[in-house]
Nanobody
Framework: QVQLVESGGGLVQAGGSLRLSCEAS????????MGWHRQGPGLARELVAR???????NYADSVKGRFTISRDGAKNTVFLQMNTLKPEDTAVYYC?????????WGQGTQVTVSS
């Protein structure tokens, strides 16, 4: 089993910044992809960014140039630095890890951006 614990959400004004963290523990394979998804009010869950164990990254077009994903492989921790936040970034942000055994999700952390 895999456990994911997220932290760093909160309330911020438009234009501000937040940094999310997620630590994975349990049965972690060396070959994995960690990522962040989000689900806004009344919307489907969408990919925000992901990073492979080799450091390859992907971003949603809506966050390119504003968000940066990174990871600490030794600690199985992934970070999401979010800058120039917009009200439309308001959502519950979920951490994920995809590996040969399947996909696991965190419990989610709320990010609210006020205008």
């Amino acid at each position: 089993q895999v456990q994911l614990v997220e932290s760093g959400g909160g309330l911020v004004q438009a234009g501000g910044s937040l940094r999310l963290s997620c630590e994975a523990s349990g049965s972690i394979f060396s070959d994995n992809t960690m990522g962040w998804h989000r689900q806004g009010p009344g919307l489907a869950r969408e990919l925000v960014a992901r990073i492979t164990s080799g450091g390859v990254t992907n971003y949603a077009d809506s966050v390119k140039g504003r968000f940066t994903i990174s990871r600490d492989g030794a600690k199985n921790t992934v970070f999401l630095q979010m800058n120039t936040l917009k009200p439309e970034d308001t959502a519950v942000y979920y951490c994920s890890i995809a590996q040969p055994s399947g996909i696991s999700w965190g419990q989610g952390t709320q990010v609210t951006v006020s205008s």
